[in-house]
């Protein structure tokens, strides 16, 4: 179990297009959340939940599962926010980690060979950073390593990470991830994931 490394899963959205909090939608037996940390944990030890809307019922979803929780009330500014918030509690209370994978929750065929590949393919390639590729895209789950945090603590708005992955491609590597473009932004994206399920 990896202990230098930590996943930090982005959950504080609203989830405005959807009209629910997608972070607490049934999938496989489980909300996508706690499916996400479950997956998470298969890989290394240090998981950390970012929440922010709808925090009370997101964190009583997840109050049994082993993954620390930290909130973000600047949640409405965007994902920059959650990031910044997840990676201060890493650095903070995790000295040792040197590398944070940040992931969504709404990805639902995420896996922990992706996960496990990420950091394979960081040791390998020897990059600061290891996305996933997909829909011609670098994106989530994504690696950074520690060279990276001050990048990321400065980073605003609801742009994620993706500015500091386009400004830094000569030094990232990426891992496929041909289902990396599925996630749950509409109704209708989550009725098309329970009708290919069996894609897992």
């Known amino acids: 179990m990896k202990t230098t490394i930590a996943i930090v899963i982005l959950a ?5 297009r959807l009209g629910q909090p997608k972070q607490l939608l049934p999938f496989k037996g489980k909300s996508l959340l706690g499916y996400s ?16 809307a709808e925090r009370k019922r997101v964190e009583s979803e997840i109050r049994d599962k082993v993954a620390a929780i930290v ?34 929750c709404d990805q639902p065929f995420v896996t922990n060979d992706l996960l496990m590949k990420l950091i394979k393919e960081k040791e390998l390639s020897t990059k600061s ?51 990396g473009n599925v996630d749950m932004d509409t109704a209708d994206d989550y009725k098309k994931l329970l009708m290919q399920k069996d894609l897992l």
């Open 12 to 16: 504080a959205g609203k989830s405005a």
């Open 37 to 52: 940390i479950e997956t998470a944990k298969k890989v290394v030890e240090n998981v950390v939940v970012v929440t922010g």
């Open 71 to 104: 909130y973000n009330p600047e949640w409405e500014e965007g994902m920059a926010s959650s990031i910044r918030h997840g990676l201060a509690y890493v650095t903070e209370q995790m000295p040792d980690v040197n590398e944070v994978i940040f992931m969504v």
């Open 129 to 179: 950073i290891v996305a996933s590729s997909y829909s011609e895209v670098a994106g989530t789950p994504v690696l950074f390593d520690k060279s990276i945090f001050p990048e990321l603590m400065e980073l605003t708005g609801d742009v994620g990470a993706r500015k500091i992955i386009i400004k830094n491609k000569d030094r990232m590597s990426t891992v496929d991830f041909p289902l």
